[in-house]
């Protein structure tokens, strides 16, 4: 029963306080004056300034509330190593049991997820003010945490926004032991070729472990060093940028005996190579219609540096002009095609036909710089001789040996529309070519090809008669390619609606130059937020699954589902911050989500330390529940009403709260109706009787 004393004035205040300060002053004056019944009077006056304040007595009937725990479950990626996830579960199964028989205790069950706490660690007390916001202070009976004591978010003590007790039950061993790799200084970009230095340094924590131990480094998969690193102090390793656009290295450190995981032994940076300019010559072999087509192309892109030479005079012409008159300079072949050949990305020859002026030995040159990684294109055309194709056909020279077709010697000359081939629709180079996707495709025709037999290519154009029209080739660490027609122009200038010329002629030059994002076999990962796309480009008519590896170690198969010709793709969602390594059994891909070095796996071992003030702040304890089956050891759990201490050596208690919601209001007014009548008439009669036995004895006297 809640009892209390209302006023509902009948007049405005003001005049209340009015009458009330006359009454005041009139009392007061025949109480100085010592008048018979000045007592009375003041007792009148003060009963009709009560009366017109209109008091009652409520009574308010009110039910109580439940009290509301907070059971905070952390299931963040250090959570997942070793039996945590067990001991994790027990316990919140056998504090369920222990609240479910109580009506009057509400539960609130919290997860934290990895993608709650992102690159900023594990935080438990934002989740819990979070699922606590609806709640008023006085109606949290307390918040039991189950975790592994690495928490980054601990409020200071007094800014838990509740007064109730804060128990932690830690998971894990107190002998635990970890090793991780921290990366200290990495570059960002470099030029391609160049060496660039990593800072990295080994953590050991825990007992005393060994003074050294092997660092292996990793570029786009693939190992490239390794070497003995001291444990403790920061060390510098040297990386090569190998290749233009992103240079993926991998560094990991063996693992520690006993360390409770290898997920933090890994770490990865991505640099990003930048070439100062790639490195493209174009021999023409004879003007012609489309002769600028090519030089206009390169010279259009800013990453390409070009040498163009055009053979304006061959050595069989003699017309008995004097040297001394012409206006042109020897073609440099000594210097292009020895001493400087490796200086160069891609050569190009446009309608180029041997005549004399390069030797074999230099097309031998040629052939050995595709080889060791470079490329080669040749575009080509009718030879001036009579027959069509003669001895004059680079193809007839030891350039031919690296080229992905060979010319029958026929020249066809017919209106053909070009056409991608179904290899082609699935390729980087021909794939979503603006109007290729039509029948017939929407761009304009051409005139006249070479006939070839491709060699071990893939032909993803083709032209009159289903003949090849574009042919790619890989011949050891390099590529060549063979455009059996010199009419590209034709798209160029526009004719009959021209073509995509650009794309197809751009996009060709950069696959010949080893541009990642136009290899024809690849898998890709990335990552954007806490999401991860696997992208698999194959020639294939299908892509297998994908293992997917996270942080902690843990795998999962990933299927594939088709975007588009040659592309397989799948999102998923990351289970938090860290290295991914995606692989299909050949290749691999990584990526990082996250900060570079999280915070969550900064240190790993399970502690009590953390939370340790906050416990003792509210009252609450902190003990470790691990059993030896990696189950959980719980203690008993009770309520109390208030107490300065929640807990003991085997039992923990939660705070019972007072916190009620009223239903209702009973209200009995004191000084109106009757009752206060007749109080107001007694003691105005009794102020009458005084003051006439007063002037009573006022008259005698006299």
């Given at each position: 029963m809640n009892l209390s004393i209302t006023f509902a004035p009948l007049v405005p205040l003001w005049l209340l306080a009015v009458l009330a300060a006359a009454v005041l002053a009139v009392a007061l004056a025949g109480l100085i004056r010592r008048s018979r019944g000045?007592?009375?009077?003041?007792?009148?006056?003060?009963?009709?300034?009560?009366?017109?304040?209109?008091?009652?007595?409520?009574?308010?009937?009110?039910?109580?509330?439940?009290?509301?725990?907070?059971?905070?479950?952390?299931?963040?990626?250090?959570?997942?190593?070793g039996d945590r996830a067990k001991t994790t579960e027990a316990a919140r199964q056998a504090l369920k049991q222990a609240l479910a028989g109580r009506d009057d205790v509400d539960v609130r069950e919290i997860v934290v997820t990895p993608a709650a706490g992102g690159g900023d660690g594990t935080r438990l007390f934002t989740a819990l003010a979070n699922g606590l916001a609806d709640v008023p202070p006085e109606r949290v009976g307390g918040a039991v945490l189950i975790t592994d004591g690495q928490v980054h978010d601990v409020p200071p003590p007094g800014a838990l926004g509740f007064s109730a007790p804060v128990h932690a039950l830690i998971t894990g061993r107190a002998d635990e032991?970890?090793?991780?790799?921290?990366?200290?200084?990495?570059?960002?970009?470099?030029?391609?070729?160049?060496?660039?230095?990593?800072?990295?340094?080994?953590?050991?924590?825990?007992?005393?472990?060994?003074?050294?131990?092997?660092?292996?480094?990793?570029?786009?998969?693939?190992?490239?060093?390794?070497?003995?690193?001291?444990?403790?102090?920061?060390?510098?390793?040297?990386?090569?940028?190998?290749?233009?656009?992103?240079?993926?290295?991998?560094?990991?450190?063996?693992?520690?005996?006993?360390?409770?995981?290898?997920?933090?032994?890994?770490?990865?940076?991505?640099?990003?190579?930048?070439?100062?300019?790639?490195?493209?010559l174009l021999v023409s072999g004879e003007p012609h219609a489309g002769?600028?087509?090519?030089?206009?192309?390169?010279?259009?892109?800013?990453?390409?540096?070009?040498?163009?030479?055009?053979?304006?005079?061959?050595?069989?012409?003699?017309?008995?002009?004097?040297?001394?008159?012409?206006?042109?300079?020897?073609?440099?072949?000594?210097?292009?095609?020895?001493?400087?050949?490796?200086?160069?990305?891609?050569?190009?020859?446009?309608?180029?036909?041997q005549r004399g002026i390069l030797p074999l030995v230099y097309f031998d040159n040629i052939a050995e710089f595709v080889r060791r990684g470079g490329a080669v294109?040749?575009?080509?055309?009718?030879?001036?001789?009579?027959?069509?194709?003669?001895?004059?056909?680079?193809?007839?020279?030891?350039?031919?040996?690296?080229?992905?077709?060979?010319?029958t010697g026929q020249v066809i000359e017919e209106p053909f529309r070009p056409a991608v081939t179904d290899t082609g629709r699935r390729h980087p180079v021909t794939r979503d070519l603006p109007g290729g996707n039509e029948t017939p495709p929407a761009w304009s025709q051409w005139f006249r090809m070479v006939d070839a037999v491709p060699n071990d290519g893939e032909v993803i154009m083709e032209g009159a008669g289903n003949r090849p029209l574009l042919v790619l080739g890989r011949e050891g660490k390099g590529r060549a390619a063979a455009l059996l027609s010199d009419q590209s122009w034709l798209w160029a200038r526009g004719y009959?609606?021209?073509?995509?010329?650009?794309?197809?002629?751009?996009?060709?030059?950069?696959?010949?130059?080893?541009?990642?994002?136009?290899?024809?076999?690849?898998?890709?990962?990335?990552?954007?937020?806490?999401?991860?796309t696997i992208e698999r480009?194959?020639?294939?008519?299908?892509?297998?699954?994908?293992?997917?590896?996270?942080?902690?170690?843990?795998?999962?198969?990933?299927?594939?589902?088709?975007?588009?010709?040659?592309?397989?793709?799948?999102?998923?969602?990351?289970?938090?911050?860290?290295?991914?390594?995606?692989?299909?059994?050949?290749?691999?891909?990584?990526?990082?989500?996250?900060?570079?070095?999280?915070?969550e796996l900064t240190d790993v071992r399970s502690t009590e330390s953390v939370l340790a003030p906050v416990a003792a702040a509210t009252g609450g304890t902190i003990r470790r529940i691990r059993a030896d089956d990696g189950g959980a050891d719980m203690p008993r759990l009770a309520f109390l009403h208030n107490a300065g201490r929640y807990g003991?050596?085997?039992?923990?208690?939660?705070?019972?709260?007072?916190?009620?919601?009223?239903?209702?209001?009973?209200?009995?007014?004191?000084?109106?109706?009757?009752?206060?009548?007749?109080?107001?008439?007694?003691?105005?009669?009794?102020?009458?009787?005084?003051?006439?036995?007063?002037?009573?004895?006022?008259?005698t006297r006299r």
């Open positions: 000045a007592a009375l009077r003041l007792a009148a006056g003060a009963a009709l300034a009560l009366a017109l304040a209109n008091p009652a007595l409520v009574e308010e009937q009110r039910a109580p509330l439940s009290t509301v725990v907070a059971v905070v479950v952390d299931e963040s990626q250090s959570q997942q190593i032991t970890d090793r991780r790799l921290v990366l200290e200084r990495v570059p960002r970009f470099g030029l391609v070729g160049t060496t660039q230095t990593a800072r990295v340094r080994i953590e050991d924590s825990g007992p005393n472990g060994p003074a050294t131990a092997r660092l292996t480094v990793r570029r786009d998969g693939e190992e490239v060093a390794s070497e003995i690193l001291p444990v403790g102090t920061a060390s510098e390793v040297a990386i090569e940028i190998a290749h233009g656009g992103q240079n993926i290295f991998e560094f990991s450190v063996e693992p520690l005996a006993g360390e409770l995981t290898a997920a933090n032994n890994t770490q990865v940076a991505i640099v990003d190579g930048v070439r100062e300019n790639l490195r493209v002769e600028r087509t090519w030089r206009n192309l390169l010279k259009s892109d800013a990453s390409v540096d070009l040498v163009h030479f055009t053979i304006l005079r061959p050595p069989e012409k003699q017309d008995g002009t004097p040297i001394n008159e012409l206006s042109l300079i020897a073609f440099p072949t000594r210097e292009l095609f020895s001493t400087k050949i490796n200086d160069f990305d891609l050569i190009i020859f446009d309608r180029y036909h294109l040749v575009s080509e055309g009718p030879l001036p001789e009579p027959d069509g194709f003669g001895s004059g056909s680079l193809f007839d020279t030891p350039l031919g040996a690296v080229l992905p077709a060979v010319p009959d609606g021209g073509g995509p010329h650009v794309a197809l002629l751009r996009r060709l030059a950069h696959w010949l130059m080893k541009e990642p994002e136009l290899e024809e076999e690849a898998l890709r990962l990335a990552a954007r937020g806490d999401r991860l480009q194959t020639l294939g008519d299908k892509a297998g699954p994908v293992t997917l590896t996270d942080p902690t170690g843990r795998t999962r198969q990933v299927t594939l589902a088709e975007a588009g010709p040659g592309l397989w793709q799948a999102q998923v969602n990351a289970g938090g911050a860290g290295l991914y390594v995606a692989s299909d059994g050949t290749r691999k891909a990584l990526a990082h989500v996250g900060p570079p070095n999280p915070r003991g050596s085997d039992w923990i208690a939660l705070k019972t709260t007072e916190a009620s919601v009223l239903q209702g209001l009973t209200r009995l007014p004191l000084l109106s109706g009757v009752a206060g009548l007749a109080v107001l008439i007694g003691l105005v009669a009794l102020t009458w009787l005084a003051e006439g036995h007063r002037r009573r004895g006022r008259g």
